[in-house]
DNA sequence: TTTAGCACTCTTCTTTTTTTAGTGCTAAAT
DNA sequence: ATTTAGCACTAAAAAAAGAAGAGTGCTAAA
């Protein structure tokens, strides 16, 4: 991999990612100061080594999945983000009123609308959160609002209706046993603490304790269920790209962009470090045809993943930039905040 | 419309439903008992009528807007809820530890699942709702989360950071201040009398009024404008409706079934009456080529909508057959639970 | 090493032809 | 007064044929 032959696979990477057609090699002679058959020979190579390939013995060129590879990793500029882009979400950051977790949900939801991809922002992964405190609120003689709290802040609240003949006195003392029992507990162990040290109490002192134990464990199981806040933005944006001009290609993946918990497995960051990650194709895991790009973020103690779903094809740089823009952004308010 | 021209039509409308294909004169001599002719004859009568017409001159017919109106109003049988439609909802009613309002939730995900149209449940319209409670709970030195609940048990959290010098025993009285003095407050008009009323006597007693009044206020604010619940079911199932075989009607649905404030808008019922109503084409004012059917439910006095969006083209018998029997597991329960 | 030249391959677009499903109308039959 | 058989006619869909275009690979000369 010469220089020459680096410049001619990033030209026909960019140029494919800006036009969506094949790149022929008589496009490409005026960049190259050369003729088109000196492209040609040169296209050879690349594709040999498996960096581009071609839909047809006579057609133009497109990048395989290593050539993106190959791009993104050697040839990609680290460009600076683009003034109207910076714009955008300087407008986001200039609000100092504005929670960091509602600031990243409005960026993300600015960079789906400015780029035509599909952007995800998973939160609230309530996993290391710990019992901070569980109410109980009586609405009505037979109904009442569970709300538990967590040590990060996460809420979550369910209505229950009990028969008028259970004690909604009992409830409440029954939720205060928790407090003082299990708070500080982590949340996927309180369902299990619940049965084995908490059940055997409230036997002795609560009357119903059957049907109030039972209130409270579906509130935690809920909890458990449910606490995972996931916002995608324009789901149908990527049809907009002119790669998906098949209905059948097309319901595919609107079938897959439905599936939230699919969506959330894939987006999902687990791993360690703190850079921005670029699956394409096969390696996304989710769709051969598609790419994700996707960035861990802590606020506040907690994680969270920012992501982006668009083509193979899709703008690396940007999408790149943006989101190290977000990152910047973020770590001065932080500082700000002293944290 | 004498009665053979009535069961003509019927005919028309049931088996375009079934087949998606238009239906010429000689599919049906056969039910008719006479020649391919003499339906012809007939059918041009419909035709006249409007309530069936034929994409081009040579063509079968199809049912128009008003044909599908007509068979809804006049022809359509009340028949009753098939067997295994009904055995998949029963097992839901059968669970009486379930909530109803989350019974609802899982009958909609059934009836998408088992008759590929999109369906919707539009609860919680906090509009009627009373302020019942505002609970602080400190998260760290310099973060709290604020607890709104209201009379109908609709819950709304939100998570605010401050800065170390407030103090947050002084967030907690002005939350007592506010229970004090606004429970019972229409959920809406919160926002008002906190400024009214609460903010000049705060202002004499809480150092930091001007930080915690808006804290408060924000969180109130989030309340009305998050506090809708919509569940969307199967948005993209409609595609597989066979007359959706157009990328760019494909491209148009998908973009309108993304947008959730419009659903929420179109499918929302906000008449008085109770029966099933029955939106066509045009009439549901989301997109001429579906129908739109729905249903409005009460439980613990509130008011919510059931829907179901699908291809005009869509079986209407199954679906009104579906959301009363709905209907009359929910009244069922309601009784037993002494409502 | 580069380039001009040329035959060759596929795709795509356009045009033409064929097939098919259905109609409307007329005149005869019931 | 209906119903029906018969037939000419239409439009769409499918299949076939032709023409144009874009791009390649290879050879041989520069």
Known sequence: MDERRNNLLKEIVETYIKTAKPVGSKALCSKFDCSSATIRNEMAVLEDLGYIEKNHISSGRIPSESGYRYYV?????????????????????????????????????????????????????????????????????????????????????????????????????????????????????????????????????????????????????????????????????????????????????????EDVKFIEKVAKDNEDENEIKIYIGEESEFDPNVTIIRKKYHINGEDGT?????????DYQRIVSLLEYIDEKLDSRKEQNGE
């Open 73 to 257: 990793e050697h040839l990609m500029e680290a460009e600076k983000i683009t003034g109207s882009d910076m714009l955008k979400l300087q407008q986001i950051f200039a609000n100092n009123e504005l929670e960091l977790s509602d600031a990243i949900t409005k960026c993300m939801e600015i960079i789906s609308d400015i780029t035509n991809y599909t952007s995800i922002v998973l939160g609230k992964s309530s996993a290391d959160n710990m019992l901070l405190q569980v109410n109980v609120i009586a609405l009505s003689a037979n109904q009442v609002v569970a709300i538990v709290c967590t040590d990060k802040g996460n809420v979550e609240n369910k209505v229950f209706t009990v028969s008028e003949t259970t004690n909604i006195a009992e409830i409440i003392k029954t939720s205060e046993i928790i407090n003082k029992m299990l708070v500080g507990t982590p949340i996927n162990e309180v369902s299990e603490r619940l049965e084995i040290e908490v059940k055997p109490i409230i036997k002795k002192q609560i009357r119903q304790y059957e049907t109030i134990y039972n209130i409270f464990y579906d509130a935690f199981n809920d909890f458990v269920s449910n606490n995972s806040s996931v916002h995608i933005n324009g789901r149908t944006k990527i049809f907009e790209q002119p790669e998906y001009n098949d209905v059948a290609e097309l319901k595919r993946l609107a079938n897959k962009l």
């Open 306 to 314: 920012i992501a982006v779903i668009g083509p193979k094809r899709m």
